[in-house]
């Protein structure tokens, strides 16, 4: 199985100011065929299910702000929220969708400062 | 719009069983990728197992012949028959369609939790 495996566990942000979350995959999640990184990211508020922000590790799903972004490559991948919002406290989940079984990130929580 | 709308979760003892419905509007179960994630207390996100759009399915090996995924077209609805509980079973169960591949889920459901204990 893919080992998904973020960092940090949670962090504290400032209003306004820059988050940023790592994820680590135990191989790589770049397909050679058609060079796209098999990663996306999810936002799960308290209580609520998850809602997917990003896939193909940098492609924004419609409807998600543009504060949200993504990059990486290979077994790397970083989720960046620019200026934080009140709205954006949540945990923050990546999945590998690469090869079965599907395998997510222990999960990020992201409050404010 | 699209809803997924989960039941059947509640307390059940360790070794029986439950099936979970996921009802489902706004698009053709048939036509989809469906799955299950689940999620214990407190914990992260677990994928369980997917059907596909041809009828074929595919499951997590902690759960690999003891939960059957099933959908019945007529009724819309997506099923997850679980059999031989156990205690590590007990999570938060949802329903989501994935969109675009297979494994990339853009709709899901509230969840419905099931509790496995004496």
């Known amino acids: 199985d893919i080992v998904m495996t973020q960092s940090p566990d949670s962090l504290a942000v400032s209003l306004g100011e820059r988050a940023t979350i790592n994820c680590k995959s135990s191989?790589?999640?770049?397909?050679?065929?058609?060079?796209?990184?098999?990663l996306a990211w999810y936002q799960q508020k308290l209580g609520q299910p998850p809602k997917l922000l990003i896939y193909w590790a940098s492609t924004r799903e419609s409807g998600v702000p543009d504060r949200f972004s993504g990059s990486g490559s290979g077994t790397d991948f970083t989720l960046t929220i620019t200026s934080l919002q009140a709205e954006d406290v949540a945990v923050y989940y990546c999945?590998?969708?690469?090869?079965?079984?599907?395998?997510f990130g222990q999960g990020t929580k992201v409050e404010i400062k | 719009e699209v809803q997924l709308v989960e039941s059947g979760g509640g307390l059940v003892q360790p070794g029986r069983s439950l099936r979970l419905s996921c009802a489902s509007s706004g698009f053709i179960v048939s036509d989809n990728y469906l799955s299950w994630v689940r999620q214990a207390p407190g914990k992260g996100l677990e994928w369980v197992s997917l059907i596909y759009s041809d009828g074929s399915t595919d499951y997590a090996d902690p759960v690999k012949g003891r939960f059957i995924i099933s959908r019945d077209n007529s009724k819309n609805t997506l099923y997850l028959q679980m059999n031989s509980l156990r205690a590590e079973d007990t999570a938060v169960y949802y329903c989501?369609?994935?969109?675009?591949?297979?494994?990339?889920?853009?709709?899901w459901g509230q969840g419905t939790l099931v509790t496995v204990s004496s």
């Open positions: 191989q790589s999640l770049l397909y050679s065929s058609n060079s796209k990184n098999y």
């Open positions: 989501a369609r994935a969109g675009l591949t297979v494994a990339v889920w853009r709709d």
């Open positions: 999945q590998q969708y690469y090869t079965t079984p599907w395998t």
